[in-house]
């Protein structure tokens, strides 16, 4: 047995399900996970030493490479002053002056530690401040694990609450509604059926939670301009679009301004750090100014600020995100073009630093159900056969791959390389 086999039958017995968050546990693929020891650069190196060109890159929190040489530096430093105080410290100033100094819509900052808390906490704003109740997300789309959210009753115009894990009282969601993502119809009869008690919509602006669904024309327009027709906040989730498909992350990308929000992932260089963000009039109904309350112990961790504050200063040098956008590029159109050529139905798309793929016979594929249908059977063999070669996708066909400053063109050709021989594999056995 490989030495990671002998630790995955140890993980089982010491970690629910052998890990410590569901996807990494391989169930949607099979076969037992990847042990991480180390990163370098693009690479990842497993407990065996064997080397795999990253594309969760942390789930896209890593955007400048693993191990990246000057956050190394900056973290020497950050560690000799000590690891946390759950005191007032510059170095969160100067994480969220660079946040406010680049996206227009926020003009203070709450830090968070994950994504859920924050998601979790814009919700609670949203509704204090507005006096109603409701809230729209769309099925497939993903804002943490709070009660509220965990929400996904798939298509359908308007389904009322239906809580997606045991453990959630029926009573708890029944304020959620479930929209469809690029159909603004089924929006609009959300907010019609409930006109004066919608209190946010929240939204992926491009969705990392069911594959990559980018918004269709006009969509995320049609989202602000009902939010202010039903008086509703509009919460953007860039917890995976923020600062990785551009600067001003999928706000700046569309031109649109949200009310709230929500960031993490890049905010924390690859450390344990989200925020929610927006205008004074909302923010200051947070506590200790307003009555909505929320807190965190390791809320605005200096080490994790200074992570975060190393990779915001290096994604806003000029061309970081044209790097991004030529490698995603390429290898999604590297990825059709082989497909194409061996007859493999394949959608494969990307913005930014963010690209996805799906075996489908669609054209586009927009919303949850085209992902739903995809052939889960053949990403499986896929999956595993780009894993042997030494290429580590995220290990289920519902996830966003990534990708980081260091990977550069001769990695996207190893990368294109494999995807032919994989795909070769798949149509001699008739996968
Ligand atoms: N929102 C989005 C869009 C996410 O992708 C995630 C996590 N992948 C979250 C919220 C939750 O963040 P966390 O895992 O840090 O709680």
């Known amino acids: 047995m490989s030495t990671q086999q002998d630790l995955f039958v140890r993980a089982q017995r010491c970690l629910v399900g052998g890990v410590n968050s569901p996807v990494r546990s391989f169930r949607a693929v099979g076969g037992s996970p990847v042990f991480v020891a180390r990163g370098e650069g693009p690479y ?5 030493n064997k080397r795999y060109l990253d594309y969760v890159c942390s789930w896209g929190a890593i955007a400048l490479g693993h191990a990246h040489p000057g956050t190394i530096d900056v973290l020497h430093h950050a560690l000799q002053q000590g690891f946390g105080f759950g005191a007032a410290t510059e170095i969160e100033l100067s994480l969220a002056e660079k946040i406010i100094s680049v996206l227009p819509s926020i003009d203070c900052v709450r830090m968070t530690s994950s994504g859920t808390e924050a998601a979790m906490t814009a919700l609670r704003l949203a509704r204090g401040v507005t006096g109603r109740n409701k809230i729209i997300k769309f099925g497939g789309c993903y804002h943490g694990h709070a009660d509220a959210v965990l929400v996904d ?28 993502f690029n159909d603004l119809d089924s929006v609009e009869q959300c907010f019609a059926a409930y006109p004066d008690d919608v209190a946010a919509l929240i939204v992926e602006p491009v969705v990392g939670n069911m594959n990559l669904i980018a918004p269709q024309a006009g969509f995320l327009a049609g989202l602000r301009a009902l939010c202010d027709q039903y008086g509703a906040l509009l919460i953007f989730d860039e917890v ?64 994790a600020m ?10 806003s040098r000029p061309g ?24 493999v139905p394949l959608v494969a798309q990307a913005v930014g630093g963010m690209w996805g793929f799906v075996f489908s016979e669609e ?25 042997a070669r030494g290429v580590y996708l995220p290990p289920s066909p519902f996830e ?10 001769q990695h996207i050709a190893a990368t294109l390389n494999a995807v032919e021989d994989v795909l070769q594999e798949i149509v001699r056995d008739h996968v």
Request: net charge negative.
């Open 153 to 180: 009753a798939g298509s359908g115009a308007l389904t009322c609450g239906v809580p997606s894990s045991a453990g959630i009282p029926t009573e708890v969601v029944q304020h959620t509604l479930v929209a469809t």
């Open 240 to 303: 995976m679009t923020g600062f990785r498909v551009g600067l001003q992350g999928a706000q700046g990308l569309y031109g649109i301004t949200p009310d709230l929000t929500i960031l993490g992932k890049v905010i924390g260089g690859g450390l344990p750090a989200a925020a929610l963000g927006g205008r004074w009039a909302v923010m200051e109904h947070l506590a200790p100014l307003g009555s909505v309350y929320q807190a965190g112990t390791l809320s605005g961790n200096p080490i």
């Open 400 to 409: 966003a791959c990534f990708m980081t400053a260091a990977h550069h063109a």
């Open 320 to 343: 970081f995100y044209e790097h991004f956008t030529v490698q995603t590029t390429a290898l999604t159109a590297g990825l059709h073009d082989i497909a194409q050529r061996l007859t």
């Open 363 to 387: 054209q586009h594929i927009t919303c949850f159900d085209h992902v739903a249908n995809s052939d889960v059977h053949r990403f499986r063999a896929f999956f595993h056969g780009m894993l």
């Open 44 to 48: 990842l190196f497993d407990v065996d």
């Open 306 to 315: 200074a992570a975060g504050l190393v990779a915001l200063e290096t994604v």
